[in-house]
């Protein structure tokens, strides 16, 4: 905010001045202007993140980013990163940037089903994107064109400024034991990633287990879970291939999610950072983060093969494999439907939403719902 002058000009400043302006002319706007950006007081926004400092995000993303920041605002910005979930865990982040307890941070939208971000999880509906060639930039594109449609308006209410929105790269099987298809994950203990798998898990004959992100190495480790459905390139980064070995190579739709900032600390800024903010960093942020994924999951299997040799496995399942893994998804897709309308959302305008620009996007949709 901008301090409020206090006149000590005397009378004779106030003449000479008043001179000098007449003569100068065009300077009074130029002088405006410096005054305002020597008047803006410094700012510091808290970055919460809860993936590990060693996570490919925290090193190709948020950190880059924060220093980008400063740099380009000369010290006007400052970001204080924070990784490791120190400021907050995966499953309070909406309540603790809404609340203050930190300024910018990210969600997935699977966390908070009982909010408007439900409806993004429309877009982690099992296999959604699993016929496309290039499943990540198709699958962002949706979800930005989605939200932007359908959920935007909403952040707002909740005490937030939406700054982007991104998915994980492909899930993919981690497990204890090799898995090579549906009928191997009968009786084992499976990570639940949202609410949409717990059925497909059932149906499998597995049993759901919900385990915090923060909690999966040790769960894995210590026999709470003996399957997780997760990111590979999240994988290699936080290291959960060395409890669980065997990788199945079945590509799985990612996790919607989006980075948000405090409302109420954006609005404290002046208009100057705002538009900054709206037009550069936060772009630059979510061309970071993107590009994090696309820059790590090609080479992710690769890493993980290496890792893996001698102690587990990458499994690359057969055609009938993969159906037998699908097969219980449709019902789920008809399933979340109903559970919108139930929300008070008109379930088939959001499903039909979303059919329409996947299609648009290029992407076939696995079932006709």
Same mark, same amino acid.
């Given at each position: 905010?901008?301090?409020?002058?206090?006149?000590?000009?005397?009378?004779?400043?106030?003449?000479?001045?008043?001179?000098?302006?007449?003569?100068?002319?065009? !300077?009074?706007?130029?002088?405006?202007?410096?005054?305002?950006?020597?008047?803006?007081?410094?700012?510091?926004?808290? +970055?919460?993140?809860?993936?590990?400092?060693?996570?490919?995000?925290?090193?190709?993303?948020?950190?880059?980013?924060? /220093?980008?920041?400063?740099?380009?605002?000369?010290?006007?910005?400052?970001?204080?990163? $924070?990784?490791?979930?120190?400021?907050?865990?995966?499953?309070?982040?909406? $309540?603790?940037?809404?609340?203050?307890?930190?300024?910018?941070?990210?969600?997935?939208? $699977?966390?908070?089903?009982?909010?408007?971000?439900? /409806?993004?999880?429309?877009?982690?509906?099992?296999?959604? +994107?699993? !016929?496309?060639?290039?499943?990540?930039?198709?699958?962002?594109?949706?979800?930005?064109?989605?939200?932007?449609?359908?959920?935007?308006?909403?952040?707002?209410?909740?005490?937030?400024?939406?700054?982007?929105?991104?998915?994980?790269?492909?899930?993919?099987?981690?497990?204890?034991?090799?898995?090579?298809?549906?009928?191997?994950?009968?009786?084992? /203990?499976?990570?639940?990633?949202?609410? !949409?798998?717990?059925?497909?898990?059932?149906?499998?004959?597995?049993?759901?287990?919900?385990?915090?992100?923060?909690?999966?190495?040790?769960?894995?480790?210590?026999?709470?879970?003996?399957?997780?459905?997760?990111?590979?390139?999240?994988?290699?980064?936080?290291?959960?291939?060395?409890?669980?070995?065997?990788?199945?190579?079945?590509?799985?739709?990612?996790?919607?999610?989006?980075?948000?900032?405090?409302?109420? /600390?954006?609005?404290?800024?002046?208009?100057?950072? $705002?538009?900054?903010?709206?037009?550069?960093?936060?772009?630059?942020?979510?061309?970071?983060?993107?590009?994090?994924?696309?820059?790590?999951?090609?080479?992710?299997?690769?890493?993980?093969?290496?890792?893996?040799?001698?102690?587990?496995?990458?499994?690359?399942?057969?055609?009938?494999?993969?159906?037998?893994?699908?097969?219980?998804?449709?019902?789920?897709?008809?399933?979340?439907?109903?559970?919108? !309308?139930?929300?008070?959302?008109?379930?088939?305008?959001?499903?039909?939403?979303?059919?329409?620009?996947?299609?648009?996007?290029?992407?076939?949709?696995?079932?006709?719902?």
């Amino acid at each position: 905010m901008k301090k409020k002058l206090k006149s000590f000009f005397s009378i004779n400043t106030i003449v000479i001045m008043s001179f000098a302006l007449a003569a100068c002319g065009g !300077n009074e706007t130029t002088s405006s202007k410096n005054q305002a950006t020597e008047e803006q007081k410094p700012v510091e926004l808290k +970055f919460g993140s809860w993936t590990p400092e060693t996570h490919h995000t925290q090193i190709n993303a948020f950190e880059p980013w924060a /220093k980008l920041v400063e740099e380009e605002t000369e010290g006007l910005i400052k970001v204080a990163v $924070q990784g490791g979930s120190v400021l907050g865990g995966s499953q309070s982040t909406l $309540q603790d940037v809404s609340g203050g307890v930190y300024d910018i941070g990210y969600t997935v939208a $699977q966390y908070y089903p009982d909010t408007p971000l439900f /409806k993004m999880t429309v877009l982690d509906l099992p296999f959604a +994107f699993v !016929n496309a060639e290039d499943h990540y930039e198709k699958k962002v594109k949706v979800a930005q064109r989605f939200v932007d449609e359908f959920v935007k308006d909403e952040f707002g209410k909740m005490g937030i400024k939406l700054l982007g929105v991104y998915s994980s790269d492909p899930l993919a099987i981690f497990s204890t034991e090799p898995i090579k298809s549906a009928e191997d994950l009968k009786g084992k /203990k499976i990570l639940q990633q949202g609410a !949409n798998w717990a059925p497909i898990i059932k149906e499998w004959g597995g049993i759901p287990v919900s385990v915090t992100i923060e909690d999966l190495y040790t769960s894995l480790d210590r026999g709470t879970l003996d399957v997780s459905l997760y990111a590979t390139a999240g994988a290699y980064s936080t290291k959960i291939y060395e409890p669980a070995p065997y990788f199945t190579n079945i590509p799985i739709s990612g996790v919607s999610a989006i980075a948000m900032m405090n409302i109420d /600390k954006y609005n404290s800024l002046s208009p100057e950072l $705002q538009k900054r903010i709206d037009e550069e960093y936060a772009p630059k942020l979510m061309e970071l983060w993107q590009g994090s994924f696309l820059s790590t999951m090609n080479d992710a299997v690769d890493k993980l093969a290496a890792e893996i040799k001698g102690k587990g496995e990458v499994i690359d399942p057969t055609a009938d494999a993969v159906e037998s893994f699908m097969a219980p998804a449709e019902g789920v897709w008809k399933q979340w439907i109903e559970e919108a !309308n139930s929300k008070g959302y008109d379930g088939q305008a959001l499903m039909d939403g979303f059919l329409k620009i996947m299609e648009e996007e290029g992407v076939e949709p696995p079932f006709d719902i």
